[in-house]
């Protein structure tokens, strides 16, 4: 191999890092099935009503069918969320 493109080989130290673990993920990047937990709502017209229905920080999501409109349950009740609302709350995905 010439030796320009060595530093362009990828290493095996590098190769177990994924990328997508230094993002953050959204509600509206969960699969249906997968199960998470709010860590942070933006300021967006209706989070305080969210809240208020109980999708808080800290509290455990499910997604029943991912895309748009997102449907996901919190706490037993099913929500009905836009992609837009849905990009606007972060969450950590439970193991």
Known sequence: MKRWLTPFRPSVATADVSPAADQ???LADVAA???VRVTRLLAFPGA???RERGLCETAEVRVVASGDPLVCSV???RMI???QTAQGIFVERLP
């Open 24 to 26: 953050p993920v959204t």
């Open 33 to 35: 099935g997968d199960c």
């Open 48 to 50: 305080e009503r969210l």
């Open 81 to 83: 969320l836009n992609r």
């Open 75 to 77: 706490l037993g009740v």
